[in-house]
């Protein structure tokens, strides 16, 4: 399931195109070292630059997009309304029990580690966090491609500031060189600036998967009914390195985060 292109966030994305366009003309219509004056070929590394922007805005897209993750229906049992925000219940699974989490805006129940988003107005799976430049939730369903976008984006970023540091022409005085250089500095400074927030968050997001952990739970660790009750450097859900990039990374569909839980339990997930 995808969100309209037209609805909310629209402008949010329209920036990005704006930007990521108006960057990558700056840099094609310097003298830049992709035109080698005797290579051949010597058009083939801006079409390599060009289709790597290309694929950057299309995982943009998608992950702007596409379905985190909401939580659609209620299997167990239709809820009434509330006059409280939510109200917790408990539920026990084999002896275990945690304190659950029913959501008092959809009036459904929150699986473990679902959130309400108030600027999507709906449940997220395995919730992240609201990214404000996608304008859309990192959940379950499109954690995966947000990691990819900015790796991806990324290595175009780091291209990109190569790029824009070969042309640079050079000047005798530096109001000479700044009028030369005016409109590709505006573009390198966007660039860094970008790399920089890139660079932030594609670590901190991979130390998180590592894990096994989202930035929800990680800001909120005392807040969340099971996690409050466990030491701060415990997490129920970490399985080692290993295996929690291999289920992030490798995995498909949802997973049902009560086994994980309580994998001392059930039989190990």
């Known amino acids: 399931m995808f969100h309209s292109v037209w609805g909310s966030g629209c402008g949010i994305r329209t920036v990005h195109t704006l930007l990521t366009v108006g960057v990558t003309l700056v840099l094609l219509l310097h003298d830049i070292d992709l035109y080698p004056q005797e290579d051949v070929w010597r058009h083939l590394q801006a079409l390599v630059f060009v289709l790597m922007v290309t694929c950057s805005m299309a995982l943009y897209y998608g992950v702007s997009l596409m379905d985190p993750g909401y939580v659609l229906t209620d299997s167990d049992e239709k809820y009434q309304p509330f006059p409280a925000n939510e109200e917790r219940e408990t539920v026990s699974l ?29 449940c997220v799976r395995r919730y992240d966090h609201h990214c404000p430049w996608i304008e859309n939730c990192v959940g379950e369903k499109n954690h995966r491609v947000f990691i990819l976008y900015l790796a991806l984006q ?116």
């Open 94 to 122: 084999n002896s275990a029990a945690v304190r659950m989490r029913r959501c008092g805006y959809c009036l459904l129940k929150q699986p473990m580690r679902a959130r309400h988003c108030k600027s999507c107005k709906r």
């Open 154 to 269: 990324l290595l175009v970023l780091l291209w990109a500031f190569r790029i824009a540091w070969s042309g640079f022409y050079s000047a005798l005085t530096w109001s000479e060189w700044l009028r030369d250089n005016i409109i590709l500095l505006v573009a390198f400074i966007v660039i860094c600036v970008v790399t920089v927030v890139v660079i932030l968050l594609l670590v901190i997001h991979l130390y998180l998967i590592s894990c096994n952990v989202t930035t929800w739970e990680f800001m909120s660790h005392h807040r969340i009914s099971y996690l409050k009750q466990c030491d701060f450097d415990t997490n129920p859900f970490d399985r080692g390195l290993i295996r929690n990039f291999w289920s992030f990374f490798c995995m498909c569909g949802n997973v049902v985060w009560e086994r994980v839980y309580f994998r001392d339990t059930y039989n190990p997930v």
